[in-house]
């Protein structure tokens, strides 16, 4: 029904910027309802940033005011422009779209940020 293709990551240094990109495929789904989470191995996910509306979006506090979550509805694509990068932002990235009554989650992407 859905599929969600993530890009965009890869390795930058302290300080550096990433645009990440997450494409959406099929049908019934608005992009109001997507995000990005992150993961590190051994933690638990966690949010990042996602809408919650047509014009308002949530971020959680270690990002606020470096991250920013836009949408290009034509494209069906997401992205989270990520500034300011710090190691602790090292993780692997997932995009998940709500629809159907469920959560699909893209295969991830790798950001991994040097000190």
């Known amino acids: 029904q859905v599929q969600l293709v993530e890009s965009g990551g890869g390795l930058v240094q302290t300080g550096g910027s990433l645009r990440l990109s997450c494409v959406a495929s099929?049908?019934?789904?608005?992009?109001?309802?997507m995000g990005w989470y992150r993961q590190v191995p051994g933690n638990q996910r966690e949010l990042v940033a996602t809408?919650?509306?047509?014009?308002?979006?949530n971020y959680a506090a270690s990002v606020k005011g470096r991250f920013t979550i836009s949408r290009e509805n034509a494209k069906n694509t997401v992205y989270l422009q990520m500034n300011s990068l710090k190691p602790e932002d090292t993780a692997v990235y997932y995009c998940?779209?709500?629809?159907?009554?469920?959560?699909?989650w893209g295969q991830g992407t790798q950001v991994t940020v040097s000190s």
């Open positions: 099929g049908s019934g789904f608005s992009l109001n309802r």
């Open positions: 998940k779209l709500t629809a159907y009554e469920r959560s699909f």
């Open positions: 809408f919650t509306g047509t014009a308002t979006s």
